[in-house]
């Protein structure tokens, strides 16, 4: 099964999407793939900050501490001082001790090679009883570290793009949208291939598809994506620009589909236009 988007006329899937982000952004990669101790702790004092914030904070973590095992049994005063400037490190700083703390409880020492035979969903389902780690973090330490077992990270970019490409509802958290995705992933996608896919769609939300404000002209997934109707259209050199959908089909007549697309949204902004829902 493959999820399906609508593209000027016909059906596309994830690997188009895919296959157009490497156009546009390249191939991703090479990666350093950590062990899944490190990379567990990366993805837990990164949530919610910038990748170079998160990126010196954990390398001030590796120059303070010799070991994680120093880490887990470090006051959270001196685990907070080399996150001090990550976005809530007071807060990430209890959890991460208590979180090392478990794995040596539960495990006897410190390590999580044993995630490597576990089913994807039984090891996503073990980290996730640690303190502080969501669907992202534990997708994280499975996928991006040295066990490179096959399960999608999505963050906050990531996330934004499914739902403006409606491929999750505009409510779904994360663990939604990676079981929705992950259903339809192909099926000879490999681990490699999910971090790429991950760090495409990544890219294209921090460069195109942003918070504030989507590019849509700029998009190699405009004819593909329904929220590009609603988009406001962004002025060119010259006078206005046109829509970003008003050449989908290279001056060709638009499909009975897009026809139906744009119609909705008209009536939309007309209801909201006079108060409506």
Not at 25 to 51: C, E, H, N, Y
Not at 268 to 277: V, W
Request: with cysteine; glycine share 10%; net charge positive.
């Amino acid at each position: 099964m493959q999820l399906a988007l609508f593209i000027d006329g016909r059906h596309g899937t994830l690997p188009e999407v895919d296959d157009r982000l490497r156009r546009r952004f390249g191939g991703p990669g090479p990666w350093l793939r950590l062990d899944p101790v490190s990379q567990l702790v990366a993805g837990m004092i990164g949530g919610k900050t910038r990748g170079a914030v998160s990126q010196h904070a954990f390398e001030a973590l590796l120059g303070r501490f010799e070991a994680w095992e120093d880490v887990r049994d470090a006051q959270v005063g001196e685990i907070h001082a080399p996150i001090r400037q990550v976005t809530f490190a007071d807060v990430k700083a209890v959890r991460l001790k208590a979180a090392l703390q478990a794995i040596t409880e539960a495990r006897g020492r410190l390590e999580l090679d044993f995630l490597q035979t576990m089913p994807v969903e039984v090891a996503l389902a073990w980290l996730e009883r640690l303190p502080g780690v969501g669907r992202k973090t534990s997708a994280v330490a499975l996928n991006f570290s040295s066990l490179r077992r096959k399960a999608l990270v999505i963050d906050t970019h990531h996330l934004r793009v499914l739902k403006r490409l409606g491929l999750v509802g505009p409510r779904a958290g994360t663990t939604e949208a990676y079981e929705r995705v992950m259903a339809c992933l192909p099926s000879d996608w490999q681990a490699d291939d999910l971090t790429g896919h991950h760090h495409l769609v990544k890219t294209l939300g921090q460069t195109v598809c942003r918070h504030a404000v989507q590019d849509c002209q700029r998009c190699p997934l405009h004819d593909m994506c329904p929220s590009s109707l609603f988009a406001a259209p962004r002025h060119g050199v010259g006078g206005r620009g046109r829509h970003p959908r008003a050449q989908l089909s290279g001056g060709r007549d638009r499909s009975p589909e897009i026809a139906r697309f744009q119609s909705v949204g008209r009536r939309s902004l007309q209801a909201k236009r006079r108060g409506g829902s």
